[in-house]
């Protein structure tokens, strides 16, 4: 775990080094040993988590977030577009979850277009690097969507290199 302090001492940034970190701090043994004050529970990080997305998305509502050339510019934004939802989802088994921030983001100018420029829900897969699924070793030949499988889709859609490394994998 690192953790940083700015300048003037009135920010902390904690960084978790591994999954088993995370799976310590919302354990039970945490909490008969001195790391006790670290203790956090799922639900109250969701519902934490499921704010700050939100948030940061809202902080938006006074621009145009597509005029920056890339989400890159705009940090934590793709995280914050994508995965509110699933934070959402945990959070509200929690009678203290609040959704007010979601109808904002929902009813506010540009709110819904903002996170639909950084995340559009119809289309998760807008992003993804097909080089990186097909050497994690993804199915090339799985059926489904309106092409059948991967291979005409690509086709489809001109996208000749992932034809070609599809093709390299033995799709069909």
Not at 11 to 34: C, G, N, P
Not at 48 to 76: R, T
Not at 91 to 104: C, K, Q, V
Request: hydrophobic fraction near 35%; glycine fraction near 6%; include cysteine.
């Amino acid at each position: 775990m690192d953790v940083e302090e700015d300048n003037e001492g009135t920010q902390t940034i904690v960084r978790l080094a591994h999954f088993s970190v995370k799976e310590y701090l919302v354990s039970e043994r945490i909490l008969q040993r001195d790391a006790i004050r670290y203790n956090t529970q799922e639900i109250n990080t969701n519902i934490s988590i499921y704010n700050d997305c939100l948030a940061y998305l809202l902080d938006f509502k006074e621009f145009d977030c597509s005029s920056f050339g890339s989400p890159v510019e705009i940090p934590l934004a793709e995280y914050a577009a994508e995965y509110w939802t699933k934070h959402a989802q945990i959070a509200e088994r929690y009678t203290r979850f609040n959704p007010n921030l979601t109808i904002e983001l929902l009813t506010k100018e540009n709110g819904l277009l903002n996170w639909i420029r950084l995340y559009d829900p119809d289309k998760p897969w807008k992003g993804a690097n097909p080089k990186m699924l097909l050497d994690k070793g993804a199915d090339v030949n799985a059926q489904k969507g309106e092409y059948g499988n991967a291979l005409p889709a690509a086709s489809n859609g001109g996208h000749d290199q992932v034809v070609q490394m599809l093709l390299d994998k033995g799709a069909m």
